[in-house]
């Protein structure tokens, strides 16, 4: 079974750019997790999306939004960007079918971002 | 909301000893404890859980143990070899069905 697929691997933007990164979850799973992974911060949640839903949203401001496709696969995408966002990015599925959260989650090999 | 705290943030251990990490976290309605492995350049990869009704599960050199009442888990591993050289993060899954992570062990094994 193929795995979390990321794509781009790397970006480079320039201050007040968008950017939109991409993840195809692992096949048959519905939730997708998006983590923003820094030196200082650690890995910081962003959102959950469950059939196409935000279900969950981390402590990030608005600039920072996501959506989800009827075939699972997500969209992140980070509007007017700061030196900040410098950061990688993670996005996750699971094989969750319900509420709760106790599945693995899997990882795909992030976006390494850089806002210069 | 929910606070996980690891410690050490650096650990080095001789290739041959064992290495321990903790964690402790802060919502009591937790009730799923993965742990996670990075190696450079990769994304995280789930190595053990447990689940809150468990206190202890192990795998080979990999175990850990749940201590709901002091609300703190921690990660063994024994007869640690080069490869075992990574980044470790434990995480709670709260009662919001968020995933929270600590911000990871370095583990340093020494030859």
């Known amino acids: 079974k193929a795995g979390v697929t990321q794509t781009p691997r790397y970006l480079i933007k320039t201050r007040g750019q968008q950017v939109t990164l991409s993840c195809s979850p692992i096949?048959?799973?519905?939730?997708v997790s998006w983590y923003q992974q820094t030196p200082g911060q650690g890995l910081q949640f962003l959102f959950e999306?469950?059939?196409?839903?935000?279900?969950n949203k981390g402590n990030f401001p608005g600039r920072f939004s996501g959506r989800q496709f009827s075939n699972s696969r997500s969209e992140m995408n980070v509007s007017t960007l700061e030196l900040g966002d410098s950061a990688l990015y993670l996005c996750?599925?699971?094989?969750?079918?319900?509420?709760?959260?106790?599945?693995?989650?899997?990882f795909g090999n992030g976006t390494r971002l850089t806002v210069t | 909301g929910e606070n996980v705290e690891q410690h050490p943030s650096t650990l080095s251990v001789q290739e041959g000893d064992s290495a321990v990490i903790k964690c402790t976290y802060s919502?009591?309605?937790?009730?799923?404890f993965p742990w996670y492995k990075q190696e450079l350049g990769k994304g995280p990869q789930l190595i053990i859980d447990i689940r809150s009704n468990v206190g202890e599960k192990k795998d080979q050199r990999i175990a850990v143990t749940l201590n709901k009442t002091a609300k703190h888990f921690s990660l063994h591993i024994t007869e640690t070899q080069p490869e075992d050289s990574a980044v470790y993060f434990c995480?709670?899954?709260?009662?919001?069905?968020?995933?929270?992570f600590g911000k990871g062990t370095r583990l340093h094994i020494l030859p």
């Open positions: 996750a599925s699971s094989s969750i079918t319900t509420g709760g959260t106790d599945s693995p989650l899997h």
């Open positions: 999306y469950f059939s196409e839903t935000q279900r």
């Open positions: 096949s048959g799973h519905r939730s």
């Open positions: 995480a709670a899954a709260n009662r919001d069905d968020k995933i929270i």
């Open positions: 919502d009591s309605a937790s009730n799923y």
